[in-house]
């Protein structure tokens, strides 16, 4: 129960002040960024599924009328909540950012996460495979440095 009121508090503090950054928040309330991110995007998405309000037409009894189809506004956000990174109930961005991870292992994820789902599953495939080759590479050079270094 105490995790539902501070969820609450929190909540209701990131609506009042929508450009605080989850690592003040995490301070704020005395709780992890990891825990910030899941609220935040659980938030997003609540968002999302609020449908909007549509008033039906007036009937005019004068004389016959056919009805406008009311229409609803389908546009997707593609800047900032693409559905392809937005499934699962936690946007990609979220989980890297509360993971910490560097610039590729971060794209891995991204590629990973939208394989099959914005274009070709195996070329989203092929970019994760590409930038985990280049971390490994990295981790690789930065370790044979390291011995240089540590052997002199």
Known sequence: MAKNSLAKKVVDYMVKHPDA???ELATRF???PQYIYVLRSKQKKQKKQAAP???AAPVVEAAPVVEPVA???VRVDMVNAPPHYTDGG??????IESKRLDYHLGNVVKYVSRAGKK???LEDL????WYLNRAIESRQIAA?????????
């Open 21 to 23: 950054k989850p690592t």
């Open 30 to 32: 005395n709780t992890t």
């Open 53 to 55: 309000v549509v008033e």
């Open 71 to 73: 229409q609803v506004d």
């Open 90 to 95: 936690m946007e990609v961005i979220d989980f």
């Open 119 to 121: 274009h070709n599953e």
């Open 126 to 129: 092929s970019k994760a495979m």
């Open 144 to 152: 044979s440095v390291k011995a240089i270094v540590d052997n002199r």
